[in-house]
């Protein structure tokens, strides 16, 4: 079993910046992913950007630029530093862990962009 424990969301104004960090209970070196996806009101959950074992990313084209995910395998912790930010950011972020065959999810973290 692995606790994943998320920090850094709150409230910003539109073209600030937020920075997500997700910690995990144990270590993260051989692991398939794990990365952040986002659940705004109304709409279903979709992927931000997660970060591979070899550090391939992906990003979901609406963040790409302006979001970065990075890890730190010696403190089992992903980052994501949100640039940029947009009020279509509004959601609650939600940290993922993928070990093909099993993942964990975090509790979620609010991000509000205001306009």
């Known amino acids: 079993q692995v606790q994943l424990v998320e920090s850094g969301g709150g409230l910003v104004q539109a073209g600030g910046s937020l920075r997500l960090s997700c910690a995990a209970s144990?270590?993260?070196?051989?692991?398939?992913?794990m990365g952040w996806y986002r659940q705004a009101p109304g709409k279903q959950r979709e992927l931000v950007a997660i970060?591979?074992?070899?550090?391939?990313?992906n990003y979901a084209d609406s963040v790409k630029g302006r979001f970065t995910i990075s890890r730190d395998n010696a403190q089992n912790t992903v980052h994501l530093q949100m640039n940029s930010l947009k009020p279509e950011d509004t959601g609650v972020y939600y940290c993922?862990?993928?070990?093909?065959?099993?993942?964990?999810w975090g509790q979620g973290t609010q991000v509000t962009v205001s306009s």
């Open positions: 970060i591979r074992s070899g550090g391939i990313t």
């Open positions: 993922n862990l993928n070990e093909l065959v099993r993942e964990y």
């Open positions: 144990r270590s993260i070196f051989s692991i398939n992913y």
